[in-house]
């Protein structure tokens, strides 16, 4: 564990303490630009499919993303907004730490950061590391080995974000320290005038549940293609599900 985030390691989020850690942790990991090299990636997926009956790398690659996301989020996440603690997220500044179903159980970073300056307040600057450093280099090296649209791992990263914002929120946590997540997802262009990859990645919409009482749906802007291995089923928030095939986007 990095010791000044010890503080976010509370109730249910106390799961999370040992997966951002430092070079003193004993567990073997390999550099994230290594593991991303093509062969190296192959071999991961590979062992990743293992627990499917299908074989679609756009699925499995989209999976894997996901339970990589919902290590990551919860920790940067909290540093970063609770915190307001930089941490080094580039990829040569990151191990990734396998378990032995091939994936992501922890990450070992080149050192424990530093706290933003006073003054930093813009959302893109507070989350640079984790989007620019981090996340983009990531998407776009899976992406192009198994041909998905990197639309939809962001879409992943997205709807994840906003929905630990929503769990932060539930567990007490201050509605000013969250503000610069909400921001950020309610923001259609980067400082840059770039799109956003993450601009609202889900959408909320009024339908009526089984007993006819009006109610709200949160359903992804982008499907996570899960529904390309055979034994799955779509999610729950799919856009599928009240779409065809075609109507939404996928890949």
């Known amino acids: 564990m990095i010791d000044v985030l010890a503080p976010l390691f509370r109730g249910e989020f106390e799961a999370y303490r040992e997966v951002l850690v430092l070079a003193d942790d004993p567990r073997p990991g390999m550099p994230l630009d290594r593991l991303l090299a093509p062969a190296a990636f192959g071999d991961v997926l590979g062992g990743f499919a293992q627990r499917y009956n299908g074989d679609d790398r756009r699925a499995l690659a989209s999976l894997w993303a996901k339970h990589y996301i919902v290590k990551l989020l919860p920790p940067v996440m909290g540093a970063t907004l609770l915190l307001r603690w930089r941490l080094p997220l580039s990829l040569h500044d990151t191990a990734v730490v396998l378990d032995e179903g091939y994936l992501p159980q922890a990450f070992r970073l080149s050192g424990k950061g530093e706290p933003f300056a006073a003054d930093v307040s813009d959302p893109f600057e507070l989350f640079s590391g984790l989007l620019d450093d981090h996340l983009q280099p990531l998407f776009q090296a899976i992406a192009s080995q198994v041909k998905l649209s990197p639309k939809v791992l962001w879409s992943n990263a997205g709807n994840y974000f906003e929905n630990l914002l929503n769990l932060m929120a539930r567990a007490g946590m201050p509605a000013e320290r969250l503000a610069a997540g909400r921001i ?12 956003n990859p993450l601009f609202q990645p889900v959408q909320y919409l009024p339908v009526h549940d089984e007993q006819g009482q009006p109610t709200l749906r949160r359903e992804r802007k982008v499907c996570c293609v899960r529904y390309l291995l055979p034994e799955l089923e779509l999610c729950g928030n799919c856009p599928l599900k009240v779409r065809p095939p075609g109507k939404a986007a996928c890949v």
């Open 184 to 195: 950020l997802l309610d923001t259609r262009t980067r400082p840059d005038g770039s799109r």
